[in-house]
């Protein structure tokens, strides 16, 4: 049942996800680098595998997780909210959800989605963004949507105004 007037909000992926997608391969080929240079690629004995099959595989998931950090995406639709993170993807509709949970952690703010009779929370990947004004736009754009807006919690609107601007 689509709701009039509710128009799909689409929230591509921030930088966190593009210095993820960066650090990903490289710390693929640091691992491989780091064996290499302690026993070679060479395969001893005692490995049930061979090296160059590890390399090949490692190289290969981490050019795989590299492309899904990048290609990130939420949408917030009329029915309810579609995510794919860097491992996972999920569909759920807005009555299942409970709420939406604006995380501040260090220099990023995050969004988990609790859903109903649902034990863990789910991260909304794509929301992550470094704690400035792009975080603020990620958030206005879930606010502009009704649905998502009725089950935002952010503990920055509850806290009580300073005269001084601190």
């Known amino acids: 049942m689509e709701q009039r007037g509710v128009v799909p909000i689409p929230v591509p992926a921030g930088p966190p996800a ?3 997608a960066v650090l990903i391969p490289v710390v693929a080929v640091a691992l491989i680098a ?22 090949v595989v490692t190289v290969a998931v ?11 995406r939420a949408e917030l639709g009329p ?4 995510c794919r993170n860097l491992v996972t993807s999920f569909e759920v509709d807005w ?15 995050m969004v988990d989605l609790r859903i109903r009779s649902h034990r863990r929370r789910l991260r909304v990947g794509a929301a992550t963004r470094f704690s ?13 949507h009704p649905d998502a807006a009725a089950r935002l919690i952010d503990p920055r609107d509850d806290a009580p105004l300073d005269p001084h601007g601190v």
């Open 18 to 20: 593009r210095i993820l």
């Open 34 to 55: 780091a064996r290499a240079a302690r026993d070679g690629l060479r395969a001893s004995p005692d490995d049930p595998v061979s090296p160059w099959i590890i390399a």
């Open 62 to 72: 981490g050019g795989w997780l590299s492309w899904r950090a990048l290609t990130q």
């Open 79 to 82: 029915d309810g909210l579609s």
């Open 95 to 109: 009555d299942r959800v409970e709420s939406l949970i604006v995380l501040r952690r260090g220099p990023l703010a």
């Open 132 to 144: 400035d004004e792009s975080a603020e736009v990620v958030l206005d754009q879930i606010r502009a």
